[in-house]
């Protein structure tokens, strides 16, 4: 074998190495440069959440607190059917106040679970009368009761003799409440 032949042989042989032996470490050590790097991120993380573990604590007692203030605000729900008729003789106790006719109040749902705290019933209201008398029940409907949500609203003018200005509201409301579960949670 030559000189040259052996040369040859031997830069081959340095590639080899370096394509097999040399770039695959090189890459892993690149792996562990980056993991190292996401492990200190982690680290740093933990040693700050360990440093201002009292704000947090407080921050947490603070958020539970608001919650059960907040979760006060519905009413509770400690058996459907009474619940209904709590919720509807409250909501049709405003619009008669101000001498409407209410024409329909259906339940559409019963108690359906929103979250682990609250439920929703469904509920399709029709009342008819003057536009002012509606538009004042329906905005004390939404002051006193800031917990019902309305999922779709439409008013119609009526075309009957002798109702001038009448109008008709069709309004399907979501009223949330407590879960009777929660109630027992939120206490203990």
Known sequence: MTSSQRNL?????VLAAVQFIVKPLLAWQDDVIVSLALEQGRLERSEQLLANAEAVQQAAGDAQASQQAMLAQFPAATEA???????QGT???VFRKHGLRVEEFSWL????????SLSQLRSKLVVSGAMTDVARAHFELMQSMPTIGQEDIEVRQLNRRGSRGGVRLTVMLN??????????????
């Open 81 to 87: 059917t009474l619940t209904q008729i709590q919720a």
């Open 175 to 188: 009223v949330a409440v407590q879960n009777s579960a929660a109630q027992g949670g939120a206490s203990s």
């Open 9 to 13: 042989l031997l830069i081959a042989a």
């Open 109 to 116: 749902t019963g108690l359906q679970p929103k979250n682990t």
């Open 91 to 93: 909501i049709e106790a």
